[in-house]
Every structure is written in C-alpha cells, then in structure tokens.
Nanobody
Framework: VQLQASGGGLVHPGGSLRLSCVAS?????????MAWYRQAPGKEREMVAS???????NYASFVKGRFTAFRDTAQNTLYLQMNNLEPEDTAVYYC????????WGKGTLVTVSS
C-alpha cells in the first residue's frame, strides 16, 4: 500500500490550495479512518481533519471552517480543500489511512507567506 500526497506549494495569505492523497494497493472505500495531519517547523505533528467510515468528519479547532476533507472513491483519493490560508498554516501536510493498520504518505509542504 502506498499513499502519495501532493498539491502543496507557496500561497499568499487568504489563498487556497487543494491537497490530494492517492492510495494504491487498497481501496479507500474499505478503510476505517482517513485523516490529514500537519507538522510545522519545531512543532509536533497534529491532526487537521479526519473522516470515518460512516461519513463522520472531525476538524481541529484551528480549522475554523476553512478546510474541507473529502474523498473520491472512484479516484481512490482523499482530498483536503484549504481556503483562507494563514501563515500559521505553514507546515508539511501528511495523509494517513487505516485499514487493518495505518499507512502514511510522505507529506507535501504548504507555505503561506506574502
């Protein structure tokens, strides 16, 4: 199983990015949980958003309605739509999906700066 995250880049404050996490080797439809985490320089990794098998979504308090996590089972891909980005959102973003065990992608760097 491999997870390939992409979509990061440099964006101005207030801008938007969509992160993608393509799964290969397993079908995301059968997953138990899917989630996005991030790790800023000098800080611990933290959860950004999670999606459960029953469709329930959970977001970190700092998201404040700016991010939306969703999946496309036809594309076997997990997404994170990020709007109104702030400099504090600068971090490496990781996707993780759990079936019988958890798998992690390598991360994609998001830099929010003017």
């Amino acid at each position: 199983v491999q997870l390939q995250a992409s979509g990061g880049g440099l964006v101005h404050p207030g801008g938007s990015l969509r992160l993608s996490c393509v799964a290969s080797g397993k079908n995301i439809y059968s997953s138990i949980t899917m989630a996005w985490y991030r790790q800023a320089p000098g800080k611990e990794r933290e959860m950004v958003a999670s999606l459960l098998r029953d469709g329930q979504k959970n977001y970190a308090s700092f998201v404040k309605g700016r991010f939306t996590a969703f999946r496309d089972t036809a594309q076997n891909t997990l997404y994170l739509q990020m709007n109104n980005l702030e400099p504090e959102d600068t971090a490496v973003y990781y996707c993780t999906i759990r079936w019988t065990r958890s798998y992690w992608g390598k991360g994609t760097l998001v830099t929010v700066s003017s």
